[in-house]
């Protein structure tokens, strides 16, 4: 429903009847949300959401890192996305996840980058706005880890995430 009532106001915004400032600003209230669907528990039917308070209810990760698109140093919270597959059940090690406006990649779950990867959902203690790459965000510890910095990684860094598919095994 929220990606429904985002791509509205987007199409709205474009016919030109209104304020894009309104526009941008309903933007930012849509709270954050991620579908998980495919080869995951049984018991939840194939798919679930996860909105932010259920996010933040897993166990968290911060750290302080650089990023490619952002200056200077940022402190970034978010659950790991093993964690996160852990609880929904995934059956696979292969996922397909999908931004806001449907640019997609796929993460291998058993490459070792992946498991310092997290979900990010705030960014120096705030929630991360829409236009600041949010709500939803896949990063690493590059500062930690600069090996990190690689195209292979950085394209596995997807912002505004939406959706999650667990491949079949």
Request: charged share 20%; net charge negative; proline share 5%.
């Amino acid at each position: 429903m929220n990606r429904r009532l985002f791509l509205g106001l987007g199409a709205y915004a474009a016919s030109g009847t209104s304020d894009m400032v309104e526009t941008a600003r309903i933007q930012e209230e849509i709270p954050g949300h991620l579908v998980i669907r495919g080869a995951i528990d049984a018991a939840l039917g194939g798919e679930t959401i996860y909105e932010l308070p259920r996010l933040q209810q897993l166990p968290s990760v911060s750290f302080k890192t650089i990023t490619p698109w952002t200056t200077g140093a940022h402190t970034f919270k978010g659950v790991n996305l093993k964690t996160l597959m852990a609880a929904v059940g995934a059956r696979g090690s292969i996922v397909r996840a999908t931004a806001l406006n449907d640019y997609a990649i796929t993460i291998d779950l058993s490459d070792s980058a992946a498991s310092l990867a997290i979900v990010a959902y705030e960014e120096d203690g705030q929630p991360i706005r829409v236009r600041d790459k949010g709500p939803l965000w896949i990063l690493f510890p590059f500062s930690d880890h600069p090996e990190l910095l690689t195209d292979r990684v950085e394209g596995w860094s997807i912002w505004q995430l939406d959706a999650i598919e667990v491949l079949a095994p």
